[in-house]
């Protein structure tokens, strides 16, 4: 988030800054060199100004050269922070009215009270009618505070209409469909309160977009996204599953209606209802037996249909939105580097003076961080700076300001704060005879050896005869071997910290896997001793068994592939959520008032609901598959997702509330299914992609993508212009006259591995967004006198001494 500080500057606030290019080349990327100011208005001092893109001042404001650097800075930052999170720029504020509402709705105190507005709405589900009777609350109640939440989402739509206007918001769907949502539930909410009972409300399904509106859930947003440009190919191949199923339905209908004893095909639509769900296998084999007792040729239909539509058609569908992600993810890396690149120019423009119009100094640059991530310390910012400066030139170009978003994730440390820890403390003789350990070359072996033994442990006490339940969960997790094999694991797990230290250690996340086991096993012992009954603990030990399956590199990438899949993965689930939500509020309102007691008398699903006050049959508890409330009508729905008789609540509701209702569960299944292909389809392009990634890169190769290096010292950073408290903070790490090595080290995401892996399509994409511009070549050449200029470049032919200027875009 840009810094909310501001310059010492006048009460009306942040001014906007804007290129001004009246009276200068284009070639100049915002120097105003030619541009001065007539008259001495109060701010004739401006034309002085060493400034590239100048803030629009009002007539008679005085401001100093360094307030308007300020605001640069912090519109710069503005600008860097859109595009990393992928903002369009058409938001961007235009004047000094507008800058305040922008601050307030991007404070990051205001995304979390955002998040929070939009929590509450969603879990209002549980207190309103029908209601989850722990949690039930008087109408007033709830109708207060799903009016104080929307008033909170209200607000943030009244600033951003401050700064965004109404021509740019209507052009903006999410917000216009935010917009309508929040005023029909606004009305609504109004109308419980007065009325003080609720009504048919299935607006509440909507809900959740206000959730997915909010900052933290851009990624589901995206998995959405996704979606939807997914649905083109998805729509066609259901088009022509729908066409064979209607086409079997009919055929169905004709080849067994008069089989008075096959009661799925008596009508059309019976017909249609059986064959689909047939294509979900939940009615299979039972929907062709009456048919196949009076001919064995019967079976020929019912397995063409099922080899066709779900053995052909449905992986058909698979193959194709496969393709489709595939190329849409590929699209998305494009769009998302070149929305960061044309960030970073407009950043650059008002980050240049008009005395190295080419360049950004170090000054800038620090400036700029200052506003964008004011936790970075001055080395981080240094360092950052020479990472970019490739040149060497002292100045970053536009190019090479281009990557900037790439330095922000490199974490640097001394290439000395390498050596081990325990260096020079009184701990390094443990230190070192820790390391000497963990470096023996059976150190691994003997760790799997005591990972088989636990597990051959386990297996013996599995067969061990015990009296009774907690004698038997007592000798699987706490008895004296449990405790043996835990030290020796808890041994381990010290003996590598001491010799890697912690950071280095938490680092791996198999030694956090490992340890999390060991430490959650450790507690199931000790609670299993205290409360013999607690049964759930007797999972943890056996999960130290799963360290094995790193042995085998087909374990390793599928390991890896969750890892990378892990952000994607939550999104999914976020947006399974989110629509579990909108089905179970739709259910609720449909369904809620109809009880599955005995329901369904001389019907084929008679026996699920058959109910007695003293007992049930084996099949007769179908009835807890309802829509009585919130958490009922989750569990009802994921057991729709599995679709193992699934028709059987289907029809149960058909007769009971009619046959229109079928619709519900049908357009349900739907759904399931496109969600579910295209986290499949997710899935297969992970692993695809780091399968591919392995093959093409070398361990060298990588270690070169994740680490950098930075050779300097102070002399160089006096050259640069270090000085003031910058300079106060280097010269701890920079000893006059010492070389000296900082490594940086950047996370291993699938976004820094996709810039390995599309090496190729990135300068391809680069190099076309270069073209699109066609920018003719400068040749402008500023004085070495000019401190501020960039390094003049000498070329030692006697006293006729050629310049050419150090920065080249």
């Excluded at 503005?78 to 709705?105: C, M, Q, T, W």
Aim: with cysteine.
């Amino acid at each position: 988030m840009a810094s909310l500080r501001s310059p010492s500057s006048p009460s009306d606030g942040y001014k906007r800054f804007s290129d001004d290019f009246a009276n200068t080349s284009i070639n100049n990327y915002g120097s105003n060199v030619t541009n001065t100011r007539a008259g001495t208005d109060g701010a004739g001092e401006a034309g002085s100004l060493d400034m590239g893109s100048r803030s629009s001042l009002h007539t008679g404001l005085q401001m100093s050269e360094d307030e308007h650097w300020e605001m640069n800075y912090h519109e710069a930052a503005i600008y860097l922070e859109e595009g990393l999170n992928n903002e369009k720029f058409d938001s961007h504020p235009s004047s000094p009215e507008e800058l305040p509402a922008y601050l307030r709705v991007h404070n990051p105190w205001y995304h979390g009270l955002d998040l929070l507005a939009s929590l509450v709405l969603i879990l209002l589900a549980f207190t309103e009618d029908p209601a989850v009777p722990a949690f039930e609350l008087p109408v007033w109640a709830h109708g207060t505070i799903e009016l104080l939440a929307l008033t909170i989402i209200g607000v943030e739509l009244h600033l951003k209409l401050k700064w965004i206007g109404w021509s740019t918001i209507l052009k903006h769907k999410r917000t216009m469909i935010k917009g309508i949502t929040l005023l029909i539930m606004v009305l609504e909410a109004v109308v419980v309160v007065c009325r003080q009972s609720s009504h048919f409300r299935v607006t509440r399904a909507l809900r959740p977009i206000f959730l997915v509106d909010t900052r933290h859930c851009g990624g589901v947003r995206r998995f959405i996204r996704q979606i939807l440009q997914s649905l083109p190919p998805i729509l066609d191949m259901l088009g022509l599953l729908m066409f064979f199923v209607a086409t079997y339905s009919l055929l169905g209908f004709y080849l067994f209606s008069e089989h008075i004893d096959n009661g799925h095909f008596k009508t059309i639509s019976d017909s249609f209802v059986s064959m689909f769900v047939l294509l979900t296998t939940a009615n299979f084999p039972d929907v062709m037996m009456p048919s196949y007792a009076k001919s064995k040729w019967y079976a020929v239909f019912f397995i063409l249909y099922i080899i066709t539509v779900l053995y052909v058609l449905m992986n058909l569908m698979l193959a194709v939105v496969y393709e489709t992600f595939t190329r849409i993810e590929r699209e998305k890396c494009r769009a998302l580097l070149l929305h960061r690149r044309v960030a970073a120019r407009r950043a650059f423009r008002l980050l240049v003076s008009r005395r190295a119009p080419r360049a950004v100094r170090l000054r800038h640059f620090a400036g700029l961080i200052r506003h964008y991530a004011p936790h970075y310390s001055g080395l981080d910012v240094y360092l950052m700076f020479k990472q970019l400066n490739q040149s060497g030139s002292g100045g970053l170009s536009r190019a090479e300001f281009a990557n900037v978003y790439e330095v922000f994730a490199l974490r640097w440390a001394p290439q000395s704060g390498r050596a081990p820890w325990y260096s020079a403390s009184a701990l390094e003789p443990l230190g070192r005879a820790a390391a000497a350990a963990v470096r023996w070359p059976y150190f691994e072996y003997l760790i799997y050896a005591l990972i088989i033994g636990n597990g051959v442990s386990l297996v013996l006490r599995v067969c061990e005869a015990a009296g009774d339940l907690q004698d038997s969960a007592r000798l699987l997790c706490a008895s004296w071997d449990t405790w043996l094999f835990l030290t020796l694991f808890l041994v381990e797990a010290c003996l590598r910290m001491m010799a890697s230290g912690l950071a280095a250690y938490l680092e791996s996340g198999w030694n956090v896997f490992d340890l999390s086991v060991t430490l959650l096993a450790l507690m199931g012992a000790v609670l299993l001793s205290i409360a013999p009954k607690l049964f759930i603990v007797v999972i943890f030990r056996p999960l130290r068994l799963m360290r094995l399956y790193k042995l085998k590199k087909r374990y390793r990438d599928v390991f890896g592939t969750l890892v990378l899949l892990s952000p994607l993965m939550s999104s999914a689930g976020c947006v399974m959520l989110v629509m579990y939500y909108f089905f179970a509020i739709v259910g609720m309102e449909l369904f809620a008032g109809y009880d599955l007691k005995n329901c369904c008398v001389n019907t084929t699903v008679e026996d699920f609901y058959k109910y007695s006050e003293n007992s049930s049959t084996a099949l007769g508890y179908y009835y807890l598959n309802n829509f009585e409330n919130i958490l009922t009508s989750g569990v009802s729905l994921f057991e729709l997702t599995v679709v193992n008789n699934w028709f059987i609540l289907m029809n149960a509701y058909a007769t009971v509330a009619g046959q229109f209702s079928r619709l519900y569960f049908m357009v349900f299944y739907l759904f399931t299914m496109v969600v579910l292909t295209i986290v499949v389809a997710s899935v297969l392009e992970a692993f695809r992609f780091r399968i591919q990634y392995k093959r093409s890169t070398t361990k060298r190769d990588e270690e070169k993508l994740l680490h950098e290096e930075v050779h300097t010292n102070w002399e160089e950073a006096q050259r640069l212009g270090v000085s003031g408290d910058l300079a106060d903070e280097l010269r701890p790490f920079l000893p006059p006259g010492v070389d000296v090595t900082f490594i940086g080290s950047r996370p291993r995401t699938k976004e820094v591995l996709q810039r390995r892996m599309y090496q190729a399509d990135i300068l391809k994409w680069l190099s076309e967004e270069d073209e699109s511009e066609d920018l003719p070549p400068s040749t402008t050449v500023t004085s070495s006198e000019d401190p501020l200029a960039p390094p003049l470049i000498q070329q030692p032919d006697g006293d006729n001494h050629q310049i050419r200027p150090g920065y080249q875009l």
